[in-house]
């Protein structure tokens, strides 16, 4: 059972973790194509569907698992600092991801001022925080 968890989580962290790549980066386009109508009417129709269709599910499914694994092996949580600090970086991703709905929805309402600049440099954080994830994860440092 405990396998076929992490094989759950695995695919549902990637399908999570490709939404955190996607969305900023149509913030992106949408922030650069501010004047043109037609372009941003679909990429907010593509905005709302990446985060509720995709999204949601996969970060839902993705904290079930998890949380799952611990469950059926709560030695987890004795085996070093290493699950903490991934926990604390995920905690830190599931902001990032919520806060996503907030600037899609600032989009939504034509409310969001920022350039595609800092859209550019938003668009790192999840990359960030997932290459620290996965350090932890295979080398369990502590």
């Known amino acids: 059972m405990y396998?076929?968890?992490k094989v759950i989580h695995i695919i549902f962290v990637i399908s999570w973790m490709a939404v955190?790549?996607?969305?900023p980066r149509l913030f992106v386009y949408h922030a650069e194509n501010k004047d043109?109508?037609?372009f941003v009417k679909v990429v907010k129709i593509m905005e709302k569907k990446l985060f509720y269709v995709i999204g949601v599910p996969a970060f839902v499914l993705t904290v079930v698992s998890g949380l799952g694994m611990i469950?059926?092996?709560p030695s987890l949580l004795t085996s070093g600092g290493w699950l903490h600090a991934k926990i604390v970086l995920v905690v830190l991703l599931s902001a990032f991801f919520f806060h996503?709905?907030?600037v899609r929805r600032k989009f939504l309402k034509d409310q969001?001022?920022?350039s595609g600049k800092f859209f550019r440099l938003y668009n790192e954080i999840p990359t960030v925080i997932l290459i620290l994830i996965v350090i932890l994860v295979v080398v369990r440092p502590f």
């Open 20 to 23: 955190l790549f996607y969305l």
């Open 112 to 114: 969001c001022n920022k």
């Open 36 to 38: 043109n109508e037609g």
């Open 3 to 5: 396998l076929w968890l």
């Open 100 to 102: 996503n709905e907030y």
């Open 71 to 73: 469950y059926l092996n």
